[in-house]
């Protein structure tokens, strides 16, 4: 066995780190990344090469334990500052082991705050993956189905995006009993998706809940996605007898 490892992280030049409590022998050369579903193998020293998927390590033959989760939420945010279009992550297996998640990324803005009060929805959030930004900017509401989209003010300052849209629009004339809306950042013709993914939160869908308003008999309410994107659903309800 190689020991457990204290730190195992991805950094943001996608180089893996991994750290022992005292000297194990050997050279990074020895830790071997394994893709979880093809079975195709290779060394840990050029992260660039890895397909999309998961991949875990070992080391002489043996699995990595490591008791690192494998990030910080401050070190989510400082790799999300550069600009790049594939995230490698490590993260710590149920069984105690590394492995390293890869998948393809675009820009997008990552959701920090969500107000929905006063017959408005306002967002606050930060570019990730992307190059900031500045100047006027739409919060644009697209139905998945049907209405034509609806947007409303905002801003970008630097990788700040701050922007807000009414609900009373997005309600008028809804006929058909739920639309789901999806919320985008657009500045200059570019749309941006809103999302929050820089946490340790899973499943939001069913645990994290938004207040909802009320525009007649359309009950308005943001959510997040099963891919923790923020969107809008708005319901018909009965009258009550």
């Known amino acids: 066995?190689?020991?457990?490892?204290?730190?195992?992280?991805?950094?943001?030049?996608?180089?893996?780190?991994?750290?022992?409590?005292?000297?194990?022998?050997?050279?990074?050369?020895?830790?071997?990344?394994?893709?979880?579903?093809?079975?195709?193998?290779?060394?840990?020293?050029?992260?660039?090469?890895?397909?999309a998927g998961v991949w875990m390590a070992s080391r002489d033959g043996e699995p990595i334990v490591t008791d690192d989760p494998g990030f910080s939420?401050?070190?989510?945010?400082?790799?999300a500052e550069t600009r790049?279009?594939?995230?490698?992550?490590?993260?710590?297996?149920?069984?105690?082991?590394?492995?390293?998640?890869?998948?393809?990324?675009?820009?997008?803005?990552?959701?920090?705050?969500?107000?929905a009060e006063d017959g408005v929805i306002e967002v606050e959030g930060a570019i990730a993956y992307g190059e900031p930004i500045r100047g006027a900017a739409r919060l644009v509401a697209v139905a998945r189905r049907g209405p034509e989209p609806v947007s409303g003010p905002a801003s970008f300052q630097g990788r700040w995006f701050e922007g807000g849209v009414e609900i009373a629009p997005m309600a008028e004339g809804q006929v058909?009993?739920?639309?789901?809306?999806?919320?985008?950042?657009?500045?200059?013709?570019?749309?941006?998706?809103?999302?929050?993914?820089?946490?340790?939160?899973t499943d939001k869908k069913t645990k994290v809940r938004f207040p909802a308003q009320r525009v007649g008999q359309v009950r308005v309410r943001p959510y997040?996605?099963?891919?923790?994107?923020?969107a809008v659903a708005l319901s018909i309800e009965e009258a009550s007898s």
């Open 1 to 51: 066995m190689s020991g457990r490892a204290v730190t195992s992280r991805v950094g943001d030049d996608d180089t893996l780190r991994i750290e022992w409590p005292e000297p194990t022998g050997g050279s990074d050369a020895e830790i071997v990344l394994r893709h979880v579903e093809t079975g195709e193998e290779c060394g840990a020293t050029d992260l660039t090469v890895l397909s």
């Open 73 to 79: 939420l401050d070190g989510l945010w400082s790799y």
């Open 84 to 115: 790049r279009n594939r995230e490698i992550r490590a993260f710590r297996t149920s069984h105690g082991t590394l492995g390293l998640q890869v998948r393809e990324v675009e820009p997008y803005v990552e959701v920090i705050r969500v107000t």
């Open 176 to 201: 058909r009993r739920r639309v789901f809306w999806d919320l985008y950042a657009e500045i200059s013709g570019m749309r941006l998706p809103l999302a929050t993914r820089l946490d340790d939160i």
């Open 224 to 230: 997040y996605t099963e891919t923790d994107s923020l």
